[in-house]
């Protein structure tokens, strides 16, 4: 299994980004996906979550507005647009999928989003 995220970089505040997270190796529509995000000193937190059939999507509340989350199961990708980004959304940006019947979890490495001025 392989989940590869890819995206990050520097970034002005006010700025947009979409990350996009790779997966290979599993049935993509069975799992669930998650984007997460962690700063140094600070405990990884959930950021989004769409549901494996692409039907349901939640958004944290300290980035909804702002962020959207979205999954294309033909290419087997999810994405996260991320926009109007502010210093405090430096972080390095992770990506997982679970699966909905095994709840085996598979994460990627992560990218790192740094927004600067």
């Known amino acids: 299994v392989s989940v590869v995220e890819s995206g990050g970089g520097l970034v002005e505040p006010g700025g947009s980004v979409t990350l996009s997270c790779k997966c290979s190796?599993?049935?993509?529509?069975?799992?669930?996906a998650r984007w997460h995000r962690q700063t140094p000193g600070k405990e990884r937190e959930l950021v989004a979550f769409?549901?494996?059939?692409?039907?349901?999507?939640r958004i944290v509340d300290s980035v909804k507005g702002r962020f959207t989350i979205s999954r294309d199961n033909d290419r087997d990708l999810v994405s996260l647009e991320r926009n109007s980004l502010k210093p405090e959304d430096t972080a390095v940006y992770y990506c997982?999928?679970?699966?909905?019947?095994?709840?085996?979890?598979?994460w990627g490495r992560g990218t790192q989003v740094t927004v600067y001025s």
């Open positions: 769409i549901t494996g059939d692409g039907n349901n999507a």
């Open positions: 190796g599993v049935p993509f529509d069975e799992y669930h």
């Open positions: 997982s999928v679970q699966g909905m019947s095994s709840h085996k979890e598979y």
